[in-house]
């Protein structure tokens, strides 16, 4: 379980550094690739 936390905290501070760094639709393609959209 404590890799699991690690994976989910990991994915926490990617996905706020995308919010802080990207502009919007950038981030949303980021995100759609990401989710295998």
């Known amino acids: 379980s404590?890799?699991?936390w690690t994976v989910?905290?990991?994915v926490g501070?990617?996905?706020r550094a995308i919010n802080n760094n990207c502009p919007a639709?950038?981030?949303r393609r980021l995100?759609?690739?990401l989710a295998g959209y």
Do not use: N
């Open 2 to 4: 404590r890799v699991h």
């Open 25 to 27: 639709p950038i981030r």
């Open 31 to 33: 995100i759609k690739s």
């Open 8 to 10: 989910d905290t990991l």
């Open 13 to 15: 501070t990617v996905l």
